[in-house]
Every structure is written in C-alpha cells, then in structure tokens.
C-alpha cells in the first residue's frame, strides 16, 4: 500500500496525527477521502461515513485550511443523504460551495450544487431544485465540467417528467446526451 493511501486508511481509522501534517500533505489526504467518501455514496454507505468523519477530524485538526473544511461539509453532506437528512444536506452543501467561493474557486462551488439538487428533489422542492439545476448546468458548462452539467441536465429532466412536462423532460435529456 502507497504511504498517501496508508496515511488515508490511518486517518480513517482515526489513527493519523493530522495536526502535524505539513498542508499540502493535509489538503491531498482530504481530496483522497472525499474521493473515498463519493466512491462509497451508494454502495457502502457506512464506509463513506467513515471517510466523512476522517475529514471532520482532518478540519478540525488544519483549522486554517479552509479548503480541507469545504471538503468535509462536502462529504458531511453526502452523509445527510444517506441517512434520509435531505435539508441538513443542503445546508452542509451550500456552506460547502461558499467556502469554495471564499477561495476563489467556483467550479468546485459549482460541483456542489450537483447533489444539491438530488436533495432538493428528496425534499419535493421542485421550483428551487429547478433554479439550483438551471444555474448549476450554466455554471458547471461555463467551467468547462460536461459531465458534471450532464447529471445536472438528466435530473432537470427526471424532474420534468415527474411534473408530466415531457417536451422538457426530452430537452433536458437531449441536453445530457
């Protein structure tokens, strides 16, 4: 096992002494565990916790790096989902996207808003989740994030067809493709 993945499972299993890590060592290790986090979204749930709470513990212990603590209200959102707690996940989601507006950096802020909007669905906010999509696909395609914009696009689309708009539904699915 590489040292950066050894140092990410330590974490993990709260072993790591993150407080000591040099920053740019600390920032890598989170972008690791919100890969592990959304890698585990949907297929093991209990292990994409486990990876949020690294993270947690991770911001906490580097307080001066607000991007390790835009990535743990990121997977602290993802957690909210999983667990059915669709409005505390669009308010960790929308913390999240201010600190990476904080630091200069919209398309991360823009990533954001993607599961953002599956939230605001769960939550039958269908009018909101429509404006977070519509801005969030402008954002994302203005940054130059397709794919991102794609997912965006087929919600907007599973959106409409739950409305019964089908002309639009189509559009927004052409839209993706």
Do not use: F
Request: hydrophobic share 55%.
């Amino acid at each position: 096992m590489p040292a950066q993945e050894a140092d990410v499972q330590a974490l993990i299993d709260g072993q790591a002494a993150s407080a000591s890590l040099l920053p740019e060592a600390a920032v890598a290790l989170a972008w690791q565990l919100k890969q592990q986090c959304y890698a585990a979204w949907s297929t093991a749930p209990p292990r994409a916790a486990q990876a949020a709470a690294a993270l947690q513990r991770l911001a906490t212990a580097q307080p001066a790096l607000a991007e390790i603590a835009a990535l743990a209200a990121w997977t602290a959102a993802v957690v909210c989902l999983n667990q059915g707690r669709s409005a505390d996940a669009v308010a960790r989601l929308d913390e999240s996207a201010a600190l990476w507006r904080q630091l200069g950096r919209p398309l991360e802020a823009a990533q954001t808003q993607v599961p953002k909007l599956a939230a605001l669905l769960m939550l039958g906010e269908h009018g909101r989740a429509a404006e977070c999509g519509t801005a969030a696909r402008a954002d994302l395609l203005a940054l130059g994030d397709v794919a991102a914009a794609s997912k965006v696009s087929l919600n907007l689309g599973s959106l409409q067809m739950r409305r019964d708009d089908y002309p639009a539904a189509a559009a927004h699915y052409r839209q993706a493709a």
